[in-house]
């Protein structure tokens, strides 16, 4: 009812049933319909699942250029995985994205400061290596440990 009523979570909740058959049968077209709807109601979390099918082909036709619009738009909603994500493209120079380890480390920073394992650690990595920012290697261990701290496997 919810989803019926336009509410963009339970859009996305709805479509995560369809993806994983979990209470509803299977079904990748309904799923797109309804991530598609999240999404143009500003939901970070349902652009940045846009952003990953997009960059996998994963019920749609890969696009990696419309996966970059997703996860941008995730970014602007302020979603911390979405800024690890899109700092990996830039630190990659992938998604048609020009290599740039400074716009990298600004996303792994501002979703480290979220509290985002993933990106304390890839943050982490920059600083050990000198990408995109001065080498300073107590900052490296630093943000290891925070990331080590959640739990994060390759910190520890």
Known sequence: QAAEQGWAQAHYNLCMCYLTGNDTAHDEVKAERLIRKASKQGLGAAQFALGICFGSGAGVVQ??????????????????????????????????????????????????????????????????????????AEEAVKLFRQAAEQGYADAQ
């Open 63 to 136: 696009d990696e250029e419309e996966a970059m619009k997703f996860y941008r738009q995730a970014v602007e909603q302020g979603l911390a995985t979405a800024k690890h994500v899109l700092g990996e493209c830039y630190a990659g120079g992938v998604g048609g994205l020009v290599q740039n380890g400074e716009e990298a480390v600004k996303l792994y920073r501002q979703a480290s400061e979220q509290g985002l394992a993933a990106a304390q650690y890839a943050l982490g990595r920059c600083y050990a290596e000198g990408e995109g920012v001065l080498q300073d």
